[in-house]
């Protein structure tokens, strides 16, 4: 036996060393991400047409909370792309599935609590333009850049935590059985279409709920900065009797008005 043609099992890490199968950035993979992108934008446009119209916001914000999403999601995935290929002598398309697969459930949670934190800071601060999912009245850019800034900061913090867990051993051995199949288009195809479409509808409707659901909360007030439309003091009512002066040739008496039908009359005067 010379060695050169010694049968063994063909784990993912050596049918890419023996045939360079998998290519995310070539043209067949740049096609498959940019259908990706189509189709996780329309399931966007599918909630929104199934809201009720009561709920539904209008185009410029559900607008503005889409493209936030949209960056967030593409930092991601260029992150991927770069630290997958930087393993140069192992398949990047498994590495890319398991970023992928760990960006969708611990980086999600990580990103939760991150936005969370963050909410809680900006409304003890009063800083309302990092209010999610509001952007001033009228609408202000400025608000989305800073939001969308807290939104990349977030992303940054997940993707640091996920790159720190994939540098255990336990993920070389995951790489050769993750993903079994030979074929490079089959590869490319379940590595950045099938699987990240479910997951990424996921992802955006549980975000853009939290977005959504973030900007109905009611938010607190600077003292001295005057009042916003929402937040006007409501009139103060107070209740005086009316009564009629009563004269007679000895004095002059103020006795109440009775009705015949009620008590006391009274007369309301808000006090603004």
Request: hydrophobic share 45%; charged share 20%.
């Amino acid at each position: 036996m010379d060695g050169r043609n010694t049968p063994s099992v063909v784990t993912a890490t050596t049918a890419y060393e023996q045939s360079n199968a998998c290519h995310l950035m070539n043209t067949y993979g740049i096609l498959i991400q940019i259908l990706l992108a189509v189709l996780a934008f329309s399931t966007l446009l599918l909630k929104r047409w199934r809201e009720p119209a009561q709920e539904r916001r209008p185009l410029k914000i559900w607008f503005a909370d889409t493209t936030k999403q949209a960056v967030g999601a593409g930092v991601i995935h260029l992150a991927n792309v770069v630290f997958s290929a930087g393993y140069a002598t192992h398949d990047p398309c498994t590495w890319y599935l398991i970023n992928f697969l760990l960006d969708s459930t611990v980086g999600l949670a990580t990103i939760y609590i991150v936005l969370l934190i963050a909410e809680k800071i900006a409304m003890k601060m009063v800083w309302e333009s990092l209010r999610s999912g509001y952007y001033g009245e009228p609408f202000q850019c400025s608000y989305w850049f800073h939001q969308c800034g807290v939104y990349l900061l977030a992303m940054v913090i997940e993707k640091t935590a996920v790159v720190a867990i994939v540098q255990a051993h336990f993920w070389l051995k995951v790489s050769d059985v993750i993903l079994p199949i030979s074929n490079q288009r089959i590869r490319v195809a379940l590595v950045m279409l099938v699987v990240p479409f479910f997951f990424n509808v996921l992802m955006f409707w549980m975000v853009d709920n939290f977005l959504k659901r973030k900007r109905q909360l009611a938010w607190p007030t600077k003292r001295g900065k005057g009042r916003t439309k929402s937040s006007k003091k409501a009139p103060q009512i107070r209740y005086f009797p009316l009564t009629q002066r009563v004269t007679d040739d000895s004095d002059s008496i103020a006795t109440p008005f009775i009705d015949t039908e009620d008590d006391v009359v009274l007369k309301a005067i808000g006090d603004f």
